[in-house]
């Protein structure tokens, strides 16, 4: 069993096209993605069924973003939260097989090298699983430096820009910067639907 938490840009869909090859290899084999509570945010009944037009519209200005106010709730969801979610998928996987390895893509990837570290209540992470699977991912990827506790509470910088720090999490809940933001995801997702509905049918079978 191996279970996939998906990098910093994506979602467990972004994992379809390996787990299915991985199954076609191994059908012994099953592999679980998971997305993070965010993605649990991201609306996309929009784009569903939509003509070229409009998802051609909806690419160029992206779709309506919900205000920092309205999720608050969003603060709470830091490392602890992503993890112990976690870990309620690989104890559902372990009722199944023993054999349990967790792995990601990029910042899933070092979530996976975190989870082996965490304390979950006196039991270390890496008792819960047999191996991990780093896809360009390991921990202090993101980091050169640790944060001071000053950058820490109020504010920091990283390689995809600003963090808001602890205290202002209320105020900035999500990414929200030149290099990714939810319209950007929406304008993304938009491009991505147009493609599938321009795809045309491949041609009859010969007799």
């Given at each position: 069993?191996?279970?996939?938490?998906?990098?910093?840009?994506?979602?467990?869909?972004?994992?379809?096209?390996?787990?299915?090859?991985?199954?076609?290899?191994?059908?012994?084999?099953?592999?679980?993605?998971?997305?993070r509570r965010?993605?649990?945010?991201?609306?996309?009944?929009?784009?569903?069924?939509?003509?070229?037009?409009?998802?051609?519209?909806?690419?160029?200005?992206?779709?309506?973003?919900?205000?920092p106010a309205s999720?608050?709730?969003?603060?709470?969801?830091?490392?602890?939260?992503?993890?112990?979610?976690?870990?309620?998928?690989?104890?559902?996987?372990?009722?199944?097989?023993?054999?349990?390895?967790?792995?990601?893509?990029?910042?899933?990837?070092?979530?996976?090298?975190?989870?082996?570290?965490?304390?979950?209540?006196?039991?270390?992470?890496?008792?819960?699983?047999?191996?991990?699977?780093?896809?360009?991912?390991?921990?202090?990827?993101?980091?050169?430096?640790?944060?001071?506790?000053?950058?820490?509470?109020?504010?920091?910088?990283?390689?995809?820009?600003?963090?808001?720090?602890?205290?202002?999490?209320?105020?900035?809940?999500?990414?929200?910067?030149?290099?990714?933001?939810?319209?950007?995801?929406?304008?993304?997702?938009?491009?991505?639907?147009?493609?599938?509905?321009?795809?045309?049918?491949?041609?009859?079978?010969?007799?």
């Open positions: 069993m191996l279970l996939l938490m998906p990098g910093y840009l994506g979602g467990a869909g972004s994992f379809d096209r390996l787990a299915r090859q991985i199954v076609t290899l191994r059908p012994d084999w099953a592999v679980w993605a998971v997305d965010s993605n649990l945010l991201e609306d996309h009944a929009a784009l569903l069924g939509r003509d070229l037009g409009t998802l051609g519209g909806v690419a160029r200005a992206g779709l309506p973003v919900r205000s999720l608050p709730f969003m603060k709470d969801w830091g490392l602890d939260t992503t993890l112990r979610d976690w870990r309620a998928a690989v104890l559902e996987a372990r009722r199944l097989t023993p054999n349990v390895f967790i792995g990601g893509h990029s910042m899933g990837g070092t979530l996976s090298g975190l989870y082996a570290a965490y304390d979950f209540g006196g039991v270390p992470g890496a008792r819960d699983v047999r191996g991990l699977v780093m896809l360009d991912g390991l921990p202090g990827l993101m980091s050169g430096t640790p944060l001071t506790t000053d950058e820490y509470t109020q504010a920091a910088r990283n390689p995809l820009g600003p963090l808001p720090g602890l205290n202002n999490l209320t105020r900035d809940p999500y990414v929200n910067s030149v290099v990714f933001s939810p319209k950007f995801a929406s304008r993304a997702a938009a491009q991505a639907a147009s493609r599938r509905s321009h795809r045309t049918p491949p041609p009859p079978a010969a007799a």
